[in-house]
């Protein structure tokens, strides 16, 4: 859609609500480190699975958020990108004809990471308006086959924050069945309401969950793809091993710009999720007077808005119309589900944007007829 849109209208006219990278630079601190780490001669391979510096502040900064010590040497993997990070986790636990289990709807690369590991997606549907677990749904789709459960939170696409009640859930069906818990946790410092909770934190679940998250959200660095997994040393092993023969490691320089950028103050988190309340407010307010049924993400970046007020019964054909008639760019909410008729009735806007952007976008909107 973003393509299309930039053809029709050209990147004067174009707004990109559809991709969630930000429309403004990182905090020049960042850029300063980078800049000196080019110069300081980081500019060969690092460690493959991770510049000692980086895998250091990332094993320092999780030690004190879960109140346990995390090893950087045997449990900390560097990777490019949270992307990476799935696909390495996936391809050194899962076998071929093993089970996942994906909440539906999912950012669209976990059901092809199963495949591509030989897996068979097991999906389980969250349930809008408040994109709520069926408890009853959950457990049916545990079984002996059962490898491994992907969790996303905070949620892209529809901004859940996961309850402790239903992270203790999947982390006790995790321990019935022997299965491993892989968690995207890269939106861990967008939680506008409620509490962003690791299950690897939960009783059990540390010798049995990788966790995934990465520089891009929370840095504004979505172009530098430096992301990390930390798992316990026997699951790690293998995720290294994977992620040599795809990738190699991420940028050197950038590592270590990240490595600087972990050591940020408080200040900066505070900064960083005021500036984003702010415009999570701007476009619900908005979307809400322009006739989307929105409710207010917990987590985050997104909005999934409801498009029936309009008339529309395809999320795909409405958001061709919010291009073409107001140069908008979303995503249609069927690309997140493997049931695309599940997502029919939505689309997503992303927020990672000035505030003028997002003005500028929602002013064109208000032009769009309801039926």
Not at 169 to 192: G, K, M
Request: aromatic share 10%; with cysteine.
């Amino acid at each position: 859609m973003t393509r299309l849109n930039l053809a029709l209208h050209g990147p004067e006219k174009a707004v990109n609500f559809a991709q969630g990278f930000p429309d403004f630079n990182p905090d020049p601190r960042i850029l300063d480190a980078a800049a000196r780490a080019l110069r300081d001669g980081y500019n060969q391979y690092a460690t493959t699975w991770g510049a000692p510096q980086l895998r250091t502040a990332i094993a320092r900064k999780q030690s004190a958020a879960w109140g346990r010590q995390v090893d950087p040497e045997t449990e900390v993997t560097v990777s490019c990108g949270a992307t990476e990070a799935m696909i390495a986790a996936m391809l050194a636990v899962v076998d071929p004809e093993d089970e996942v289990i994906v909440f539906e709807p999912f950012y669209e690369n976990y059901g092809p990471d199963c495949i591509l590991s030989g897996a068979v997606p097991r999906y389980v549907a969250l349930r809008p308006p408040d994109w709520s677990i069926d408890f009853d749904e959950l457990r049916e789709a545990f079984n002996d086959k059962t490898r491994a459960i992907v969790v996303n939170t905070p949620h892209n696409p529809t901004g859940k924050v996961y309850s402790k009640t239903e992270l203790e859930l999947i982390a006790q069906l995790c321990l019935e069945h022997d299965a491993i818990a892989i968690t995207d946790e890269i939106y861990e410092h967008l939680v506008y309401r409620g509490r962003h909770i690791s299950i690897a934190t939960l009783p059990g679940m540390a010798e049995r969950t990788i966790t995934i998250s990465g520089a891009s959200k929370t840095f504004s660095v979505t172009g530098w793809r430096v992301g990390w997994l930390i798992a316990p040393p026997t699951l790690t092993a293998g995720i290294r091993k994977v992620h040599d023969f795809l990738t190699v490691g991420a940028a050197h320089p950038l590592q270590i710009a990240i490595a600087e950028a972990l050591e940020l103050p408080p200040s900066f988190y505070a900064e960083l999720l005021g500036d984003y309340h702010e415009r999570r407010d701007a476009m619900i307010a908005g979307l809400a007077e322009c006739g989307f049924e929105v409710a207010a993400p917990d987590g985050a970046y997104y909005v999934m808005a409801g498009i029936q007020s309009f008339g529309a019964r395809d999320d795909v054909a409405f958001a061709r119309r919010l291009i073409e008639e107001a140069a908008v760019a979303t995503v249609p909410a069927s690309s997140f589900y493997h049931d695309p008729a599940l997502g029919r009735g939505h689309v997503r806007f992303s927020f990672p944007k000035k505030l003028p952007t997002i003005e500028r976008g929602l002013t064109a909107l208000r032009a769009i007829r309801r039926s």
